[in-house]
C-alpha cells in the first residue's frame, strides 16, 4: 500500500480523497493555488505544497509543477480526482517515467477513450452497440455535409476530444450542417486544442444511462450497476439516481455484461464509468467512456455500501478486486442533487462570493460532500459547484422526500443557490413518475 499520497485537485473531491486515505492509514499531500490557500481540504492534509497563481492552467493543470510536489514531499502516488487532470494521459506518462504511481488507468487505456472516434471503434470492435456515424474525423465540410445526408437528419456534430457539451453542435439540415460544422471545429480548437471532430446520427430526447465498473490489473471486472443521468442542463448534469426508475434486472445485467465487455477490451484498469444512451424504443447505445471518478460517485456508494475511491487507491496499489459480481447488490435508493453557486433565475450565472451562513442537513440517510463552510469565498476561478446532497431510503418515494426535507435544511447564506430549482425539479409530476428525457428541464425551464 501507499505510504503518501499527492492530491492533484481542489474542493469537495480533495477533501473526499483526504478522508479515504486517512481511513486506509496513508499520508496526504494537498496541492492548492493561491486562491485556495484556506480551503479545508488543504487544512486536513498531512502536508501542503502552493503550486501557483489562482488560474488552473498555472496551478492545477500545471503537470511540472504538480510532479515537483509529488517528488518534494516524497509522495508515492498521485490521485487527480475529477476535472483537471484526471484524464490526461500526460500526466499518467510523467507519472509513470518519475517512479509516481498514477491512481487511475494506464496511459494508454485514457488515450483510447479520450478520442472518441478511436474510443467508438474499439467499442464496436468490442460488440458493444454504438451509434451509427462517421467513420473517423470528419474533414471538411462538403465531406460533413455527405455524412449529414447519409445518416438522415438530425445529426449532431461531436469534438473528438470533447466532453461537457462543448465543441458540440445539433443540425437539422443541410445549411444547419455546413455552419455548425465550421463552429464546433472551432470551439473544439479553442477548449481542447484539436479541431477535430466527427458526426452521428443524433437521438432526439434519450435517457443517459451509465454504468459504475471497477476493474483490477489481473483482468477482473465488475460493474456496481446504473446511474440515472437524464436530467441534466446543457450536457451539464444537476440530479443523478442509482438504480434508474426505468432499468430492470434482465438489461441491468445484460447491458452491465457489455459494459464489463469492453473494459475488458481495453485492458482497463481502475474506477471508470460507461455511459449510454436509451432512445424512445428502449435501445441502447455506447456514448463514452470516462476513465476517472465521477462526480456522481456516491450515490452508487450509498446503494452497493463500496467506498470507491478507497477501491480506487488498492487497485492502484495492485490489489485484487475485492468482491466479484455475484457479491454486488443493490440496496434501496440514492439520489443526489449537485448544489452550484448560480442564479436559475439568470440563466444558471455563477454568483461568487462569500458564503456569510451554512449549516448542512443531516439525519438518516443523508450525506453532504463540500468544502465550503461559513465565511469561505466562492471563487470566480473554478467550479461554481457548493457540494453534493445525497440521500439514500428504502424506496426512491423515500430517497426523494428525504431529499427534499434536506434540501429545505440545507442554509446558505450570502449567495444565490441552485437549491430552489432542485425543489422544483422533485416536485414536478413527470420526475416523481420517472417519466423524463434529457429535455426535461428545457421545458421546466419554459414552464417556469
Do not use: W
Amino acid at each position: 500500500m501507499f505510504e503518501k499520497i499527492l492530491i492533484a485537485n481542489r474542493g469537495e473531491i480533495a477533501l473526499r480523497i483526504v478522508r479515504a486515505c486517512k481511513e486506509l492509514g496513508i499520508k496526504t499531500v494537498a496541492v492548492h493555488s493561491e486562491a485556495d490557500t484556506e480551503s479545508i481540504h488543504v487544512k486536513f492534509a498531512d502536508e501542503d505544497v502552493c503550486i501557483g497563481p489562482p488560474s488552473g492552467n498555472n496551478s492545477y493543470m500545471n503537470i511540472p509543477r504538480i510532479i515537483s510536489a509529488a517528488e518534494v514531499t516524497n509522495a508515492d502516488a498521485i490521485h487527480p480526482g475529477y476535472g483537471f487532470l484526471a484524464e490526461n494521459p500526460e500526466l499518467a506518462e510523467v507519472c509513470e517515467s518519475c517512479g509516481i504511481k498514477f491512481i487511475g488507468p494506464p496511459a494508454e487505456g485514457m488515450k483510447k477513450m479520450g478520442d472518441k472516434v478511436l474510443a467508438k471503434n474499439t467499442m464496436r470492435d468490442a460488440g458493444v452497440p454504438v451509434l451509427p456515424g462517421s467513420d473517423g474525423p470528419v474533414e471538411d465540410h462538403k465531406a460533413a455535409l455527405r455524412v449529414g445526408r447519409e445518416l438522415g437528419y438530425p445529426v449532431i456534430i461531436k469534438a473528438v476530444l470533447g466532453g461537457g457539451g462543448r465543441g458540440m453542435r445539433i443540425a437539422h439540415s443541410d445549411k444547419q450542417i455546413e455552419s455548425l460544422y465550421q463552429t464546433a471545429r472551432s470551439e473544439a480548437q479553442s477548449a481542447f486544442g484539436d479541431g477535430r471532430v466527427y458526426i452521428e446520427k443524433f437521438l432526439k430526447n434519450p435517457r443517459h444511462i451509465e454504468f459504475q465498473l471497477l476493474a483490477d490489473q489481473f483482468g477482473n471486472v465488475i460493474h456496481l450497476g446504473e446511474r440515472e443521468c437524464t436530467i441534466q442542463r446543457r450536457h451539464q448534469k444537476l440530479i443523478e439516481e442509482s438504480p434508474s426508475p426505468i432499468m430492470t434486472a434482465d438489461v441491468r445485467n445484460e447491458l452491465g455484461n457489455i459494459a464489463c465487455r469492453g473494459a475488458r477490451e481495453i485492458r482497463y484498469e481502475s474506477a471508470g464509468t460507461m455511459e449510454f444512451l436509451r432512445d424512445q424504443t428502449g435501445k441502447y447505445y455506447f456514448m463514452e467512456m470516462n476513465t476517472r471518478i465521477q462526480v456522481e460517485h456516491p450515490v452508487s456508494e450509498f446503494v452497493t455500501g463500496v467506498d470507491l475511491i478507497k477501491e480506487q487507491i488498492r487497485l492502484a496499489a495492485g490489489e485484487r478486486l475485492s468482491m466479484e459480481q455475484g457479491d454486488v447488490e443493490l440496496r434501496g435508493h440514492a439520489i443526489e442533487c449537485r448544489v452550484n453557486a448560480e442564479d436559475p433565475e439568470r440563466g444558471f450565472a455563477p454568483v461568487p462570493g462569500e458564503v456569510r451562513g451554512f449549516h448542512i442537513p443531516g439525519g438518516p440517510g443523508v450525506r453532504v460532500d463540500t468544502h465550503v463552510y461559513a465565511g469561505y469565498s466562492i471563487s470566480p476561478h473554478y467550479d461554481s459547484m457548493i457540494g453534493k446532497l445525497i440521500t439514500h431510503g428504502d424506496t426512491r418515494e423515500e430517497a426523494i422526500r428525504r431529499m427534499m426535507r434536506a434540501l429545505e435544511e440545507f442554509y446558505i447564506e450570502g449567495i444565490k443557490t441552485t437549491i430552489p430549482f432542485h425543489l422544483k425539479i422533485l416536485t414536478d409530476e413527470k420526475f416523481l413518475r420517472g417519466d423524463f428525457d434529457t429535455a426535461f428541464i428545457d421545458r421546466l425551464e419554459e414552464s417556469l
